[in-house]
Nanobody
């Protein structure tokens, strides 16, 4: 049984930092992983992606320079370090595991497994 369990969300003020974690079980962790977010009334959007080795990453423009995705394959864990948080970062953040590929996966449809989400709320 595949499980992705996110943690680390919370209520913070603008300018603060949070680190989200996602622990995977029941699957071979050497997969592309991604963080997505969904604000109320909006679609689920890609935030950051990382390839199986951690050597390649990409980000949505709005978080570049503020967020960092990383992974520890020995711990089956992927992280999202979020610095200088802004109110517009408020959303439920989801971890996702993508299908095997030799490239970064940028489409929602390429991710097969999802966590339950963790709420991040940034007050102004």
């Amino acid at each position: 049984q595949v499980q992705l369990v996110e943690s680390g969300g919370g209520l913070v003020q603008a300018g603060d930092s949070l680190r989200l974690s996602c622990v995977a079980s029941g699957l071979t962790f050497h997969l592309n992983m991604g963080w997505f977010r969904q604000a109320p009334g909006k679609a689920r959007d890609l935030v950051a992606i990382i390839n199986w080795s951690g050597g390649d990453t990409d980000y949505v423009d709005s978080v570049k320079g503020r967020f960092t995705i990383s992974r520890d394959n020995a711990k089956n864990t992927v992280y999202l370090q979020m610095n200088n948080l802004k109110p517009e970062d408020t959303a439920v953040y989801y971890c996702a595991a993508g299908r095997p590929a030799n490239r970064l996966l940028r489409s929602y449809s390429e991710y097969d497994y999802w966590g339950q989400g963790t709420q991040v709320t940034v007050s102004s």
